[in-house]
């Protein structure tokens, strides 16, 4: 690394604040491309991570970058609606055609917590009730209203004392008692927590909404059963309440469909997307009905900088890239060859406790070879030894238990068997190191 790095990292405390300036791991990189970082260090890392699920059609990809040049020698800032333009009269014609059921009216933002945000204002809005339900261990940002729905890791609640909600289980199919079917246990656990909840904490008719990831994310890629998100469907049409499904981090083909939505077969009210949409620049949107939307008189919610014409021009060749290159039916192979391997390493390493994967999230999670305890500690090693082998990787996990595994759509079969070579080499390296035998 040269000197200037140096310098640069030692004084990066003093400028940067810490709450994200020292997340894992810091690797300081001079570019990217595709699949891979180039670092100051001279070496070229294979990206599993994509910006943590947001560049799914690959960093700098010809088409995107060509794009943002375009829409920069025309225009490079709104606002809309002050000003109008063709990149986002374009993109929400596009993004309508492929959303799920009749969500077909935009609010353009310009991050997941600010779509979250605005998913519960209108919801608020158009029902006209003060309270939202979510879901233990669900991630919807770290703004105010977003963070009165977050409950991924109580550290982000601490002090703020955030209002307005109520928060009930997610499915855990491990909960169920033996011998029974974990699909129908959870589902029907999730009937007596709403009968619960609004037994003894609300009545339905306070609730404006039930905010969930169709995946948790953050809390640990935790994949429900197709039949609890059709439960919760069910059981908010039943109480006459709205549906919002953050797709935050699901959308734009990472669980193989355009949206979970799609995946689960499940049609929200309202949906909160970001990330994938852009492929890195800052854009998302709060989508629902032109019925719903159309209830938001002028200036009950606006932006500056939401809708940006050039992060909608990228937008925009994001959605030509994913049709024309077919990373739909890509995220489903190769999240399916990714998943079959990484089980087979779970048959030979003892500190991998569980897979969950669905299309290209895939979660890995990290225990203690002999209590089977979430195990971060072991967790860090291991992401630091596959850096240094050549591989990133992101955590997650209530107890920072998970390695989320979310490389690009573009990923191929080879470059999913590198990475996991150089991770099967981490786990034999920390597994040595901890005294561990080979386990042939």
Avoid at 93 to 103: C, F, S, V
Avoid at 105 to 111: L, T, V
Avoid at 276 to 287: C, D, E, Q, R
Avoid at 354 to 365: A, P, Q
Wanted: with cysteine.
């Amino acid at each position: 690394m040269t000197q200037h790095w140096t310098h640069r990292l030692e004084r990066m405390s003093e400028r940067l604040a810490p709450s994200m300036a020292k997340d894992h791991p810091n690797l300081p990189v001079i570019k990217e491309e595709g699949c891979y970082y180039y670092g100051v260090d001279g070496k070229k890392y294979l990206d599993f991570t994509s910006g943590i699920a947001t560049t799914n059609v690959g960093h700098r990809h010809p088409k995107v970058v060509k794009a943002i040049k375009e829409g920069a020698d025309s225009l490079a800032h709104g606002p809309s609606g002050v000003i109008i333009y063709e990149s986002i009269l374009k993109l929400a014609d596009r993004l309508a055609e492929i959303m799920p059921g009749i969500l077909d009216c935009f609010f353009f933002g310009n991050s997941g917590t600010e779509a979250v945000e605005g998913a519960i204002k209108l919801a608020k809005h158009v029902t006209k009730r003060p309270y939202i339900v979510s879901f233990i261990g669900g991630f919807h940002g770290r703004s105010m209203g977003a963070l009165s729905v977050t409950s991924s890791k109580s550290k982000y609640r601490q002090f703020m004392q955030p209002q307005g909600s109520y928060h009930i289980p997610f499915a855990r199919m491990e909960d169920s008692p033996k011998g029974d079917d974990p699909e129908v246990y959870v589902v029907h656990q999730l009937e007596k927590d709403f009968q619960r909840l609004f037994d003894h904490q609300v009545t339905p008719d306070e609730v404006a909404a039930v905010i969930v990831e169709p995946v948790l994310g953050e809390g640990g890629y935790v994949v429900p059963p197709k039949a609890w998100l059709k439960k919760l469907r069910e059981l908010c049409d039943g109480y006459g309440v709205l549906l919002i499904f953050d797709e935050v981090q699901t959308g734009f083909g990472r669980t193989g469909e355009w949206f979970a939505a799609d995946t689960f077969e499940v049609v929200p009210d309202i949906m909160a997307i970001a990330k994938g949409i852009a492929n890195g620049m800052p854009l998302s949107a709060t989508v629902a009905s032109k019925e719903l939307m159309h209830q938001w008189p002028l200036g009950s919610h606006a932006t500056t900088f939401g809708g940006n014409p050039i992060a909608c021009s990228a937008a925009n060749a994001v959605l030509d890239v994913m049709e024309e290159e077919q990373l739909l039916e890509n995220a489903k192979e190769q999240g399916a060859y990714a998943a079959g391997k990484l089980k087979e390493l779970q048959e030979k390493h003892p500190v991998i406790g569980n897979v969950r994967s669905i299309g290209l999230m895939i979660g890995i999670e990290i225990v203690d070879p002999v209590t089977k305890e979430p195990n971060s500690e072991g967790l860090f090693k291991i992401l630091d030894q596959a850096l240094e082998n050549g591989v990133l990787f992101y955590f997650g996990g209530n107890k920072t238990e998970i390695i989320r595994m979310i490389p690009p759509l573009t990923i191929t079969k080879d470059q999913i068997s590198e990475g996991l070579k150089m991770f099967e080499e981490a786990l034999v390296s920390y597994e040595m190191e901890i005294g561990m035998s080979p386990v042939s």
